[in-house]
Each structure stands twice: as C-alpha cells, then as structure tokens.
C-alpha cells in the first residue's frame, strides 16, 4: 500500500456522535482520500510524508455552514446596532461601492483567515460569487457558493435571463477543483423575495437540483412580517412554494415555534446556527437544544465577519457550547459532543459534501491538527471538551483539504499571506477612505 | 527626561469612557510608571529601550477579577453539570489530593497562560494561597490574593488563631515584590459561611483593612437557600452581618433583584461578571446592562479553568460583549467600550489596583501591546471593536506589568514555560492518574 501522507500518534476526533474520540492512533492519506485509521501504524507501507502528531489532535476540518466571505472588508465598522439598522445604514452603503477587485480581496482575506483557524470547507453567498469561486479554486479549500435568481440584480433582463446566467455559473463551478467546489442556489430571505420569486427559486432549485441556501427565521420582526403578507411564518411560506421540496440550508432560525421546528424536521432542512451574530445583531438565540431534542442536524456558522467579528469556527463552537446552557440553566443542554458534530458532520450536510465531516476510511482527507499543548489547554483531559472549551484557531497547526496540505506549521502553502493583507488593506482603504 | 521605554506610533485604547481610543501616539515607561502619553514623540528625552509599535494596538492590561488559579489542573475535567455537581462530585474529590506542588504548578502555569493572553493582573482564591502570591512574586504579574478565616480550615484551632494565620499571609505579601501584590480577605460565600463566621469575617475586614472577595447570587438555589435561613438574600445578610462596609469584589452576582442592585450600588460593591463560567455550570446571565444602567461598575473575570476552561481575558471580553445583547434583544445593551472598562478600570478598582487599569501619565506602566494585523483584524477600522470582537489572547505580542516587561515576542522573559508545561503535566498525571 502507498499512502501520501501518515499522520502519527495523534489524538484523533472521529466526528462521530457516540464515539467521538477514538484515543492515539495513526490517519493515513492517499490521493484525496482517507485510506487507513487505526490505534497501530499500517504494516508494509510506502509513506511519502510522515507528520508526527504526537503533541496534536487530529479532528474534521471545520465546516463554516453560512458565511458571506467578502464582508471581512466591513469588519468592525458597525457595532451595537439592531439587523435592520446594521443592514440599511451602515453596511449597504459601502456594499454600493464594491467593485470585483473588492470582492476579490475580501474572498482571499476570508478563505485565509478560515484556513488558518481550522475551516476546511465553507457555504458562502454574496455578490460577484465567481470571484469568490476562483479565490477558493486557488486556495483549495472545499466551497460551496450561492447564486439566486435575485443576485446582482440578475432579474434585470428577466427570469430566463436570470436563470441562464445561473445556469452558466453552476456548470462552471460545480465539481470544479476535483470536486472541491458545489454551487447552490441562493434564496437571500424572505422578506427581499415575494412569492412569484420564491416559486421561481423552488422551480429553478427542481430543475437544477441545487441545495437552497436562504436566510430563514433570523428576526422577530422577520417572522411578523411574513404572517401579515403571508398568513404563515417564514419557513411555512417556504413550504407552500415548495422551496423545501430539496436539500436547504437555513440560515439563523432563532425565531421558531415548535411547528417551525416541525416542518424542519419533516423537510429535512438543515438549520445553520450562528450564536455570534444573532447576539451580536441582538437577533436573539436560537433554540438549538429543542431542535437537537427532534432530532434535527444542525449545522454551524460564523456568518460575515461584519457581525461577528471573525470567521473563527473554533470561537463559534465555544459560544455555541456556552450560550444555550445559560439560556436554559440546563448544563446538559448542548454537549461539547454535539458541538463538534454541528462544526463538522452536520455542516458537511448542509453544503452537501458528505464525504467530509468525519474521520474514516474512504472519506475525503480533510484534516485539522491542533496544538494540543498550548499552555491553555496544559493538561489534556478531555480533548472533544477542549476543542469546544479552551481552544482558539489560532491553535491549529495543520489543515489537509482534498488530501492536500494547505497550511503547515501555520505557514499557509497555497496562499501568500503577505499580498492577501495589503490587498485587502488597499480595498479597505478605498472603501472607507482610510 | 530617562526613560527605560518608549512605545512608539501604537493605536492608543486608553481604558477611558468616552475617550477610550486615542489614535496613535507614544507612551513612555520610567521606572514601575507611566511618564509620557502623547500623540508626538517626547522631546529632549533619553530613552533605553524603543519598541515599534506600529503595527500594535496598546492598551492597558487585562485585570481578571475573579479567578482560582491553581484550577488549571482540573481544566476540561468535568463538562455539562451544574454548579453543585460539578463541585462536589468532581472537582472537590481532586481537591482532597492537592499538595503544596500541585498548587504552585497550577499557579505556575494560571500566571503564564494569563500573561501570554494579556493579563496583567487577577484576583485570586484558593488554597495554600502563600504558593499562588510566590508564584505571582517569581512571575512579576500583579495580583490580590485571598485568605479567609475559614480558608484550608483555619479555624480548626479556633478564630483567634485563624485571624493570626491570616494576618501573618498579609502582613507577608500585601505590598510586596515593589507593590505588585495585595491581599484581601475571602469570605466564600454565604452558603459556606452561617450568620457568626460572616460576622466575624465583617469585624476582622474592618480591622485589618481587607477588600473582601467573595461569590454572591451565583445561583439561584443560592439565593432560595438564604431565604430560608435568614429570611433575606445573600447580599442583605451580607449587608446585615457588615461585610459590605469595606470594599468588596463580589463574583457572579446572576440572581439579583432590582432591590440586591441597590444595595450593590449603595455600598459600592464591585460585582465581577463571570459569563463563561456562568454559562458553563448553568447558573444563568448576570443582568449586566442592567447594574451599568444604575451607574455600577461591574468588573470582569474568568473564574477558574475548571468551570471556563481557559483564563483568555479576551475570550471573555468577547462573551460579555455578545450575551446580554442576544438576552436583552437591545444591540446597545453592553457596548465593547463597556467591556473594556469593565477588563480594565473596573478590574482595578476591584482590585484595589487603582492606578491600573487605564494608560494615563502618573499610573502604574501594566500595558498590553497586540498585534493589529492578524487577518482576522484586517482591516483594522476600530481598535475599540476588534479589541472585544475578533481578537483572542494569541495575538498579544507584549506585557509590561509594573514596568518590566514579562513577555516580549510572545516569549515569556520571566517564566520558563517548558519547565511550567512539564511540571503541571506532572502534577496532573498524579491527580488523575493519566
């Protein structure tokens, strides 16, 4: 047997519910694909790379379930203010002035900064999106990217027009990169649909049989708004349309009743949680332990880095882990455990690359070694709650995606870090005469 | 003019409310003290040490007002249980083993893990607290450190001779190592004390001029349970009993009514808000806007590794800056320079640290430098944000604590961190048998 890459002696986190840590053991790589895990070094193989893990903890690749990458160029620029007056004052106005170089930049600063915390594959919408496709081509992290029938203006010439120029994206984009991109199709909300285009969406979605991608349920004022046009909540519209009829990808879902959760379930749609922003846009929380108590996957998210600040999954995590107890006064309310598999399986569901997510034999190679040595997680006593409690991404080392070694030592292989950050500074600059 | 530094062109966070970001400038170190803050460099001046701080944000350094350190070992140990079942089914079982070494390891490794995230100083109650101040004196980081009359069972010999146990720990270490230490009286909380040791605690505050330290409305069976002894909440016997005539540091402060906050703010009470810990032992939300509502100056703190599971004063910050705006629904409610106030000045004064806390000439030079160009702060639009928002305790580059400078480079100049890595490594493997 010939494997590419051995990972030795490492710590591993398989991402599976109910044997999430799998103790000291060796992950062998051929090609893109995870060929060997086992307690014991694999007998008669030919290693290209050998990586000694003996102070690391192998674990999935983070999967960043809803992002809107460019927006790293509006980072910190608006605190302390509600969704609508985030949107409408602040962030609008400098979304107006962006040009493909901005998106761009803001692409290669994202996927930069998501590589170097540990995220191996993200589900991204916003404008220009072939910008941000090319950037993670050439990065080589996993993507899948959003175009609706509504984005830059694309219904400016008309539905068939919208959706060709749709369709031209999707069959550039998805599979591309030895299938490390997907595409999907974005339905923004809602509340910037109406319900001829929402039933666009749910067609067009048939017909391609792309993932939708929506932000759903995010405000209270969201929710009100849909039962005064519509009679129902947001995701029961959804369902009258038949946007649910595929595979979704709901963005937020903090304002939910128990029927909402219902529909979730029955439709199989994957909500993408994103504690960091829904506090800091005062959203709210989302009721993530009675979605888990349905039996619902949840995905994970950090959303744009205008409401987060960061695109840090690890940070999300510890939030994610923290918040619902407090909100419940029930310790038990979301596990360390069902944190990572939020992180990883449930977001490799949501943006349908199935194959990641989880540490086995046969799946895709994508890979994160931790520190695990950090003074701040000295001494190692239980490393899923470590990985949720006391980590940061800056304490990851290495990142594997699709079996390539993209960051090594903290040293980004695929990108030039130095050119990332004066690109983006120059497009910061412009944009906010700085 | 002499100066021993000068930091130079840094982005200024001054600690202040209302003029909390300075732009850039200098600051200059003379001695333990803070000489020269201005926009310019100093003229006519002798300096011995520049440091370019052009691509650093200076800031004061981080005060953690409520921690046990030596906790450390116990990090990761127990996830998901309530206060009472983690305590004493877990952690107190592992107290009983702690030996003098074990403490001073932990201490060891608490003190560095804070400095490398930035942490100048912390508050701290335990056991064997003598090894916490020595290690805080080798370290060089300002600290208060408890000792109360029923602390390592002091009273076993009767109060006088605990007053005397504890008179000769602060008649030792308050002002010692050039003022960088204090101590303070520990009360624990009113469920370990009854009505005669919380007087007795009271008179002998008064007596020797003690801050108090001690846990107040954490949870809310905490405060059920004073109902029925005393027929008043734990700050109302604390008022009672004559606690709260001196200064008092009162961590956790979760279940109060508009009635406690009152008595907090009429007896100038520094509460310390713990959220991590808060959430992770689901006691509840401290109501933060609230008390800053009523003008009270709340501080800010970690707890111990066991219940958080890191001592990242910037972890924290971020927390506290996110929660009570998802659990207020209001964006406003505790603004990121609220949190900087309450890191810094609040800590402080919680503290008994008075001349920390912000960067003004004629204070204590306890100064932070960190790096502003990670990519998860690029592009820099406002230090005040990033600062709460999207930095961790890795990107502090420098601390100067007293005017020395204990980390430079993220190297630690007064500590071995291998040795401290090794040792509490040890210690752990004999608690835990690992």
Chains 1, 2 share one sequence.
Not at 60 to 85: E, F, I, K
Not at 133 to 159: D, K, P, Y
């Amino acid at each position: 047997m010939k494997m590419d890459i051995l990972i030795e002696n490492a710590r591993i986190i398989t991402g599976f519910a109910g044997a999430m840590y799998a103790g000291r053991g060796f992950i062998g790589i051929t090609g893109d694909e995870i060929t060997y895990v086992g307690e014991t070094a694999p007998e008669k193989t030919e290693v290209r790379k050998r990586i000694d893990a003996g102070r690391m903890i192998a674990m999935p690749g983070l999967m960043n379930a809803h992002t809107h990458s460019p927006m790293v160029l509006m980072r910190n620029y608006a605190a302390d203010r509600t969704l609508d007056d985030w949107l409408y004052k602040s962030i609008i106005p400098i979304e107006n002035k962006l040009t493909r170089e901005h998106i761009r930049n803001g692409s290669m600063l994202a996927i930069a900064e998501m590589i170097k915390s540990g995220t191996t594959a993200f589900l991204d919408m916003y404008f220009d999106v072939d910008c941000t496709a090319e950037a993670a081509l050439e990065a080589g992290i996993r993507a899948n990217v959003s175009l609706g029938l509504l984005t830059s203006h694309n219904m400016n010439n008309g539905l068939e027009d919208a959706k060709a120029f749709c369709r031209k994206f999707y069959s550039r984009y998805h599979g591309a990169g030895n299938g490390l991109l997907r595409t999907s199709l974005e339905v923004h909300s809602v509340y910037l649909y109406n319900e001829g285009t929402l039933r666009d969406s749910a067609e067009f979605a048939a017909e391609t049989g792309m993932t939708v991608n929506i932000h759903l349920h995010e405000t209270k004022s969201e929710v009100e708004r849909a039962y005064g046009e519509y009679g129902m909540s947001p995701i029961g519209i959804c369902r009258e349309t038949g946007l649910l009829d595929g595979p979704v990808a709901a963005a937020h879902t903090v304002w939910l009743t128990d029927q909402d959760m219902d529909i979730i379930k029955e439709k199989k749609v994957v909500p993408v949680h994103n504690p960091s922003s829904n506090m800091y846009l005062a959203s709210g929380f989302a009721p993530v332990p009675e979605m888990l108590a349905k039996g619902i996957r949840v995905a994970l998210g950090t959303d744009g880095a205008a409401s987060n600040n960061d695109l840090d999954m690890f940070g999300e995590m510890h939030i994610a882990g923290l918040i619902h107890k407090g909100r419940t006064l029930d310790p038990t309310a979301v596990s360390a455990e069902n944190v990572i598999e939020m992180a990883c399986a449930n977001g490799a569901q949501a943006m349908g690359f199935g194959a990641s997510g989880t540490i086995r034999t046969g799946n895709k190679a994508d890979i994160i070694l931790v520190d695990a040595d950090g003074l701040h997680n000295v001494p190692m006593l239980n490393p899923v709650n470590a990985m949720v409690y006391s980590t940061s991404g800056a304490d990851v080392d290495t990142v594997i995606i699709n079996g390539r070694t993209v960051m090594e030592n903290r040293r980004l292989m695929t990108m030039d870090e130095e050119k990332i950050r004066y690109n983006l500074k120059k497009s910061a600059s412009e944009l906010f005469n700085i």
